[in-house]
Nanobody, 118 residues
Framework: QVQLVESGGGLVQAGGSLRLSCVAS????????MGWFRQAPGKEREFVGS????????NYADSVKGRFTISRDAASNTVHLQMNSLKPEDTAVYYC???????????WGQGTQVTVSS
């Protein structure tokens, strides 16, 4: 079993930055991909970005491209989401997720709230 714990959320003004972290614990952790998702009130959960655990390649939603950066530290089983130039529309609960099997994210964190004030 794998546990994912996010941290780093909070309240920030528009234009500011936050760095989210997600630490994985449990059995030997070797995912295929780590992803970040978010869900705003009244909206469906949406993909933010992902990183290939071994190769380090990244992929981002158009809405965050150029502002958000995902990185990982394999030694500490941690993935980060650096968020710059934040906008009020980035307000959401942010979740990290691990894909250890093909085609689906099978482990999820509990989420961390990010609120961007205008």
């Amino acid at each position: 079993q794998v546990q994912l714990v996010e941290s780093g959320g909070g309240l920030v003004q528009a234009g500011g930055s936050l760095r989210l972290s997600c630490v994985a614990s449990g059995r030997t952790f070797s995912p295929r991909t780590m992803g970040w998702f978010r869900q705003a009130p009244g909206k469906e959960r949406e993909f933010v970005g992902s990183i290939s655990w071994n190769a380090g390649g990244t992929n981002y939603a158009d809405s965050v491209k150029g502002r958000f950066t995902i990185s990982r530290d394999a030694a500490s089983n941690t993935v980060h989401l650096q968020m710059n130039s934040l906008k009020p529309e980035d307000t959401a609960v942010y979740y990290c997720a691990a894909r250890t099997v093909p085609y689906k994210y099978d482990y999820w964190g509990q989420g961390t709230q990010v609120t961007v004030s205008s």
